[in-house]
């Protein structure tokens, strides 16, 4: 078989080996050996690496390419793919002749330029650790440009992709560009710099426990293990890639991730820290990433700067009586060495940075995290959660990296210092609902059904973007494509899904018609639902025999399938498919049990003073922890469980499911915990109203959503009762709400329309730096007509999103502003944009900077902007429109006497696109303000402006800074014209 056949036949398993990791880095390294060798001309390698365009895409326009140029082509890629990946999983072909046909292609390049080209590989290697020192040897030398520099250090790009970037740079620039940057690099490796640390040799007893290790871990993580791991689906076959982001507070904010680059530099806030956080909500799939770098780990396919990998569960850890030192704790929790366990210890201690520690689910911690214990001494004992915490903040094995998974609420500013960076997983993207869909069905058929119907319900398909949500409604197809209209719209609905399907599983009726299925089952929801809600409160999710035994839980009620045997523990130990299902059974029991108190409603939804309830061992209170009971607040866990069981139970006692319960429990009580559930909510809301601070003189009256805010809508939603609705927002007065860093995905935003579509006044609506996508945005869509402002920044909303909202937007009197800042909108949306600025004549403020917007797109909004006499502030800071954009605004706005601000800041333009906006300046009525900051406009553009300002007294600033001006030139012009701003 060729080596051209050999590409097409294992396309599949290339494209795997590719992308599978999430990073483009793999594909990235091959494009730059097919670059040096001279195998793909510069504008091929541009057609291939669109930016933006999917990776997968990108890849598959790679493998067409190299397939069509032939079999010297094919062998060349196979050996820069084995180059990269020389462990790929199903990429099974020989390379001894492309292999040296590959080393047999380097020869003497006789221009600087050329070197570039032949030398890339190692030059983007060698570059990584000092771009910045490149870019100042190269702006000194006047060959680069601020904005030069700023292209290639823009935040969304990783390390090496920042090292390429320069060098496209350079490459544009010319001989004398290639030539600085090649004596830079030279003049840094003779000064004996090195980026990278040289790993040690380990000793001989290190090398079998590193095997060991690995084997174990691999064995640990080659089945899914979250949702139970039922089916013993392997992890390669379903894992599908959640979205990451880097947190809100970094430089990197807006950058998307790979999995590998949750331990990488990008995002770094805290040099001197050790622990990475990664924050999710539950069911974001935070364990099943943990558990895919474990994998990937231990086969050698990834964290290759890791000589040793140590998996904890703070799940499991809560079981551990024992006082541990950091010795016990690697050794007896992970892997035993089987001799030298000191020698093994030692080179641990004496190479903290080569060994990367793992806690999955530090909010399941029985204790909430402090730094009031210092402990330094590693062979020292101590309780495991004074070890952890320890090990977390830096105290103990310093330089040791770590990486923690918890939920965002159990996250407070105490633990917060001691982190170098905190990564955000937000679940699943559409494509990603569409990826796991089609991994979980081996029938293509099913998946396409599967699909087709949440596409028709897009409540449903939000719902979806929470992994465990996908597998949920994945798991029980036939339930969901045989509903019809009662089709899944809450979380609880899908929940009761799933507890139809398990139950129906082993009914003696095999009917899905009717609600006997539930009847004939009560006695396993209650004892589930009591083993569930006894233990809830004390931070337990793993449960002993005796503790089944208490909660009357049969072999029978086992094998229903909720509950699971707890991997790494006794086979007397059992745990719930995943913990929301917990919250679900605990929900289910506050409904249905005659053994709760009258007060468990009321104290489940106040969140507080549960010790004092005086209730029975059936109930929160005596189940608390002694600490809990002592100190009289809730460890980081608690809260958000709770939360989700209060979710569960206003939405069972919704009165669309009520008919569920009539052969369960008597209708009064069933009635009687409505009304309770009902006056919660309500009493909930109107705390958060009235703590809302009077405005400032001559401002809008703001309420900033408090903690807990949210999870109400949530709960009113699940209620499905608009009479709460009305009545809740009946009391709400306010011109702005600001639901900011909320994390507010496609599920909220649901909840969050159904109950703010019935305010009685106009409101802005502030989203910015949440998870709204575009499902979101449709989502949002009932409450348009309510919201006067609409802010939504760092949303990952795409041009599908944008013309939907627009749709509706226009058919909405009141929408008048709009903020789109850092999403991934490109010159598509324009179109949508200016048929608003045509239709809507009372449209104030449009703002889409730091977006994907060239020139074209600039042109599109002029085209409504002509038509236009309403807009007053127009931002693009932040793209890529260039003189021929800033023309093309400057023709129609040059006319327009309700424009009072302007930001082309960072948009490339220069002077002659300066030229054209003093037009605007010198004729406009109504302009105060314009910035265009980070262009490189020079000393031309400038005097065209101070002329325009000379027939202009209304214009009250223009800001200037860093442009391509000399500090002279700056001094000079201040001193000419002071509206100017440098």
Known sequence: MSVQELVLKQRAEILHALCSSGSAEHLEQVLD?????????????????????????????????????????????????????????????????????????????????????????????????????????????????????????????????????????????????????????????????????????????????????????????????????????????????????????????????????????????????????????????????????????????????????????????????????????????????????????????????????????????????????????????????????????????????????????????????????????????????????????????????????????????????????????????????????????????????????????????????????????????????????????????IFSGADLETCGVTEKDISMGFLIQSKDMSSTHYEFLHVTLQCFFAALYIVLSNNTDRSTIPKLFELKDLRETGLSSACFGSCLPSTYQQEGEATAAETPNLQITATFVSGLLSQRHQSLWLHCCPSAVVEKRVRQVAKCLSKGMQKHFKSIPQPVEGEKKSMHAMPGFVWLIKCIYEMQESRIAKDAMSKLEVDHLKLTYCNIGPVECTALAYVLQHLKNPVGLQLDNNSVGDVGVEQLLPCMHICNSLYLRNNNITDEGIRKLIAKGIQCDNFRKIALFNNKLTDACTQHFSHLLKTKQNFLALRLGNNNITAEGAKQLAEGLKFNHSLQYLGLWGNKIGDAGAEALARVLESSNTLVWLSLAGNGVGSRGARALANIIKNSTSLEEIWLIENCITRAGVECLIQALEHNTHVKSICLRNNDLTPEEVEEMTQRESRLIF
Request: with cysteine; charged share 20%.
């Open 33 to 541: 050996i097919l670059l040096a060798q001279e195998e793909l001309s510069w504008e091929e390698y541009q057609n291939v690496q669109v930016p933006g365009r999917a990776l997968y895409t990108n890849a598959r326009q790679l493998l067409d390419l190299v397939h069509t140029k032939g079999v010297d082509t094919c062998g060349l890629f196979l050996a820069a793919l084995k180059q990269i990946l020389p462990d790929a999983k199903g990429v099974g072909f020989s390379l001894s002749g492309c292999l040296s046909s590959l080393e047999g292609k380097e020869e003497y390049q006789s221009t600087s330029s050329q070197t570039l080209l032949t030398q890339r590989p190692s030059l983007v290697s060698e570059l990584q650790g000092c771009t910045d020192g490149a870019l100042q040897a190269l702006l000194i030398s006047g060959l680069f440009t601020t904005a030069d520099c700023d292209d290639v250090r823009l935040p969304i790009h990783t390390p090496s992709q920042q090292a390429r970037r320069l060098l496209d740079h350079v490459r544009s620039k010319g001989e004398s560009a290639a030539k600085t940057l090649l004596q830079y690099i030279q003049q840094k490796q003779e000064s004996g710099s090195t980026l990278t640390q040289e790993k040690p040799t380990p000793p001989k007893e290190f090398v079998k426990y590193q095997k060991k290790l690995s084997s174990s871990v691999s064995a640990q993580s080659c089945f899914l293990s979250t949702y139970g791991g039922t089916s013993h689906m392997s992890l390669d076959d379903i894992y599908t890639e959640g979205e990451l982001e880097l947190g809100h507070d970094c430089a990197d904010a807006y950058g998307s991730l790979g999995p590998e680059d949750i331990v990488g530099t990008a995002g770094t806030v805290n040099e001197e820290a050790d622990t990475v956080l990664v924050s999710g909500e539950a069911g974001s799939g935070k364990s099943t990433l943990l558990q895919r770098l474990h994998l990937l780990w231990a086969r050698g396919t990834a964290l290759q700067d890791f000589l040793l990998l140590f998996p904890f569960s703070c799940r499991r850890l809560n079981s551990e009586q024992r006082e541990l030192s950091v010795q016990e704790l690697l050794f007896q929790h992970c892997c035993w060495p089987d001799r030298e366990q000191e020698e093994i210890f030692q080179f641990i201690l004496d190479h903290p940075h080569l060994i990367l520690f793992t806690f999955d689910g530090l909010d399941e911690l029985k204790q909430s995290f402090s730094d009031e214990h210092r402990l330094c001494c590693p062979t020292q004992r101590a309780p495991v959660h004074v070890l952890l915490f320890n090990l977390i903040q830096g105290s103990l094995m310093k330089g040791v990296r770590k990486v923690v998974t918890s939920r965002p609420e159990a996250v407070g500013p105490s633990l917060k210092k001691h982190l170098r960076k905190e990564v955000f997983l937000k679940g699943f993207s559409p494509s990603g609902i569409d990826c796991f869909v089609k991994k979980h069905h081996s029938d293509p058929t099913v998946a396409a059904k599967v699909l087709e119907s949440l596409q028709t319900n897009t409540a449903l398909l939000g719902l979806c973007h929470s992994p465990v949500l996908c597998w949920i409604v994945s798991q029980c197809h036939k339930e969901l494509l045989g509903c019809g209209e009662g089709s899944p719209q809450t979380i609880t609905d899908v929940y009761l899904m799933i507890l139809q399907h398990f139950l129906q599983r082993q009914s003696s009726q095999k009917s899905t018609v009717g609600l006997g299925w539930l009847h004939e089952h009560l006695q396993t929801v209650l004892h589930l639902g009591r083993l569930a809600f006894e233990l809830i409160g004390t931070t337990c999710y």
